[in-house]
């Protein structure tokens, strides 16, 4: 049985290189943040995850529809629905992908005994939480939103800023968990200037944790057609 004592952090990490970075540059990369035993757990958990909701917005309205209900409608309304996401792209906010926003489905005691639960309780006790801490610099960070998703082709996120109507967000983190991502795949995470010019690529890599003040402009591009596998993560917000 998995449990969040499974779930280990590499001791081998030098944090206080990343803290200055992430002071400094408003994002960071650490690689190899588990240990090769967790990252190996989780990617298997993930990748056989069979619970996932195709995540879309109508402008600022936002929606989930079970995996399976989107699978069960015909071809025909599968097309016209992803023409209308990329009509609406063309000029508005727009995002479309799986996830498992795990952090709700604890709080409203859905699926309860799902493995990748764990994954909310430990990003709510004290190792990750004091990590981010002290990585961020930011003693007010309480609690985690913890969620996974699952870019597949043509799946995308446009250019947003992570600001969140209810929750006080320090900082977002993301954590590559496809292996061997090929960068002609698209699925960069894209940091924008204020031209919309691109600051700063990160390419979905696999047990890499990214991650970046808000609110602060990025982007998910889209993944492209000839990708080889989906780009999955493991990712959330730190909450003061
Ligand atoms: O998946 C990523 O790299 C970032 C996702 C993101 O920006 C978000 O979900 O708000
Ligand atoms: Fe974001």
């Known amino acids: 049985?998995?449990?969040?004592?499974?779930?280990?952090?590499?001791?081998?990490?030098?944090?206080?290189?990343?803290?200055?970075?992430?002071?400094?540059?408003?994002?960071?990369?650490i690689p190899?943040?588990?240990?090769?035993?967790?990252?190996?757990?989780?990617?298997?958990?993930?990748?056989?995850?069979?619970?996932?909701?195709?995540?879309?917005?109508?402008?600022?309205?936002?929606f989930e529809s079970t995996k399976q209900d989107f699978e069960d409608t015909p071809a025909e309304f599968k097309t016209n629905f992803m023409k209308a996401i990329y009509e609406r792209a063309s000029s508005t906010f727009q995002y479309v992908f799986m996830q498992y926003y795990i952090t709700q489905a604890v709080k409203n005691r859905e699926e309860m005994g799902h493995?990748?639960?764990?994954?909310?309780?430990?990003?709510n006790e004290d190792d990750f939480l004091s990590l981010l801490k002290s990585l961020v610099g930011d003693s007010?960070?309480?609690?985690?939103?913890?969620?996974?998703?699952?870019?597949?082709?043509?799946?995308?996120l446009s250019k947003?800023?992570?600001t969140h109507p209810k929750?006080?967000?320090?900082?977002?983190?993301?954590i590559g968990?496809?292996?061997?991502?090929?960068?002609?795949?698209?699925?960069?995470?894209?940091?924008?200037?204020?031209?919309g010019g691109i600051k700063e690529g990160f390419i979905p890599e696999f047990n890499t944790l990214n991650l970046f003040h808000n609110p602060q402009d990025h982007a998910v591009q889209l993944v492209a057609p000839n990708a080889g596998k989906p780009?999955?993560?493991?990712l959330g917000w730190a909450n003061r």
């Open 167 to 174: 929750h006080d967000r320090s900082v977002a983190y993301t």
């Open 32 to 62: 190899n943040f588990f240990t090769d035993e967790t990252a190996e757990t989780l990617h298997n958990l993930i990748k056989t995850n069979q619970t996932w909701n195709l995540a879309y917005n109508e402008y600022d309205q936002f």
């Open 231 to 234: 780009r999955d993560s493991f």
């Open 140 to 156: 007010a960070i309480r609690w985690c939103d913890v969620f996974i998703s699952r870019y597949e082709p043509g799946h995308f």
């Open 160 to 162: 947003h800023d992570d």
């Open 1 to 29: 049985m998995f449990s969040r004592a499974d779930i280990q952090i590499n001791p081998e990490l030098n944090l206080s290189d990343y803290a200055a970075l992430l002071k400094e540059n408003g994002r960071v990369q």
């Open 177 to 195: 968990m496809t292996k061997e991502w090929n960068p002609n795949w698209g699925g960069h995470l894209v940091f924008l200037d204020k031209k």
């Open 115 to 123: 493995p990748l639960h764990e994954l909310h309780h430990w990003a």
